[in-house]
């Protein structure tokens, strides 16, 4: 996916229609800097206002994502590898969120860990030390259920028993057993309880 050419493609597509940044980002409601990243290709825009910005361009997704407005004859060929550019796009997302969940462990784990041996270790005053422990107490479980958001949006569990692949509610992944990022869970197509892995694809 050319995004340099995407950007150009919804420069020039604005300019037709004779509609400057700001007053497109103001149909979109968000800012006019966001517009400018866009048309100098430097990302997509979020899925959530490709609907809404075709709508203005007067353009369909497929021509978004293509960079140009696509002949019929070409549109279910240029459609597929749309969708399929648009898959490995998630993916590539999905390890970066993955490797920020490991990130994100080991910084609150070292933070809670050396908070607490301050606390035990060093002569200081009751209500200080009970205060250190208790920031890094709220600092590791906060973080532990940002890393569990995180785990449960990138990629999919996949079934033990069916094979269905699906992403679970967040309430569903904090609430079940793990080892890892193989969470015991409920599939929601066959209803069997297994443990189901995490897979990107």
Not at 61 to 74: A, P, Q, T, Y
Not at 189 to 196: A, E, M, P, V
Request: charged share 25%; net charge positive.
């Amino acid at each position: 996916m050319d995004l340099i050419k995407i950007g150009k493609f919804i420069s020039r597509k604005r300019k037709e229609k004779g509609i400057t940044q700001s007053e497109l980002a103001e149909k979109l409601y968000i800012s006019d800097r966001a517009i400018s990243k866009w048309e100098n290709g430097i990302c997509l825009p979020d899925a959530g206002n490709m609907p809404l910005l075709c709508e203005i361009l007067d353009i369909t997704i497929n021509d978004l994502f293509s960079g140009e407005v696509v002949d019929m004859k070409d549109k279910e060929k240029n459609l597929e590898e749309n969708l399929l550019e648009m898959t490995k796009l998630k993916e590539e997302k999905d390890k970066q969120l993955l490797n920020l969940e490991i990130v994100i462990g080991i910084v609150s784990t070292i933070t809670f860990l050396t908070l607490v041996f301050v606390a035990s270790f060093i002569d200081m005053q009751s209500w200080l030390r009970i205060l250190l422990i208790l920031i890094g107490f709220v600092t590791f479980f906060t973080s532990c259920c940002f890393a569990i958001g995180i785990e449960q949006k990138a990629g999919y569990y996949k079934c033990n028993e069916c094979n269905h692949k699906y992403v679970p509610t967040y309430k569903s992944v904090f609430l079940a057993a793990h080892n890892g990022r193989t969470r015991y869970m409920k599939c929601p197509k066959c209803g069997k309880k297994s443990w189901q892995k995490k897979v990107m694809k």
